[in-house]
T-cell receptor, first 112, second 114 residues
Framework: QKEVEQDPGPLSVPEGAIVSLNCTYSNSAFQYFMWYRQYSRKGPELLMYTYSSGNKEDGRFTAQVDKSSKYISLFIRDSQPSDSATYLCAMRPNFGNEKLTFGTGTRLTIIP | DSGVTQTPKHLITATGQRVTLRCSPRSGDLSVYWYQQSLDQGLQFLIQYYNGEERAKGNILERFSAQQFPDLHSELNLSSLELGDSALYFC?????????????FGPGTRLTVL
């Protein structure tokens, strides 16, 4: 079993819809949680960064962490065609120089 | 644009060959990371260099090696290539030595081994 599981999709939604992207994980030591966006033929770029449990909002994006369920989510409100990309979750423990563990990514397409 | 540059963009080679991928970090960043991205495995951390020294090692095969030069650019050498080495290879950079620092990714090198 992988440490981080992410539904690969693809996921297609109409423009303006609310999108929910999710990851589950098995390592209870993970404390830092990130979402990266990767456009086609580009490298990943950091979108959201949260520590421990709770919500974080940045414009149309909201990241949620539920450590009791080992479940994290990224919500995109008022989705736009420019949001079409692959979204990767990543996480790491809060000690040492531990590596980021990435999910495999969910490919999202917003249909105009 | 993240400020991280990688060359070449694409590389096509044959099994058994050796290739070198190059990365220049963002100005001021001292750490360079190498990742391999394949469809079924996602992004896998290979190795980290900080200011010329190896800092951390991940799932890097013995056929692969890397180094960081005094000007902070880095090279990833892949030898005795196999079909399974076909993947996207990303370089990322960060300011400090900790992998907790925000990492900025380059555009990647797509390697195809035939």
């Amino acid at each position: 079993q992988k440490e981080v599981e992410q539904d690969p999709g693809p996921l297609s939604v109409p423009e303006g819809a609310i999108v929910s992207l999710n990851c589950t994980y098995s390592n209870s030591a993970f404390q830092y949680f990130m979402w990266y966006r990767q456009y086609s033929r580009k490298g990943p770029e950091l979108l959201m960064y949260t520590y421990s449990s709770g919500n974080k909002e940045d414009g149309r994006f909201t990241a949620q962490v539920d450590k009791s369920s080992k479940y994290i989510s990224l919500f995109i409100r008022d989705s736009q065609p420019s949001d079409s990309a692959t979204y990767l979750c990543a996480m790491r423990p809060n000690f040492g120089n531990e590596k980021l563990t990435f999910g495999t990514g969910t490919r999202l397409t917003i249909i105009p | 644009d993240s400020g991280v540059t990688q060359t070449p963009k694409h590389l096509i080679t044959a099994t058994g060959q050796r290739v070198t991928l190059r990365c220049s970090p963002r100005s001021g960043d001292l750490s360079v990371y190498w990742y391999q991205q394949s469809l079924d495995q996602g992004l896998q951390f290979l190795i980290q260099y900080y200011n010329g020294e190896e800092r951390a090692k991940g799932n890097i095969l013995e056929r692969f090696s890397a180094q960081q030069f005094p000007d902070l650019h880095s090279e990833l050498n892949l030898s005795s290539l196999e079909l399974g080495d076909s993947a996207l290879y990303f370089c990322a950079s960060s300011v400090g030595a900790s992998r907790a620092d925000t990492q900025y990714f380059g555009p990647g090198t797509r390697l195809t081994v035939l």
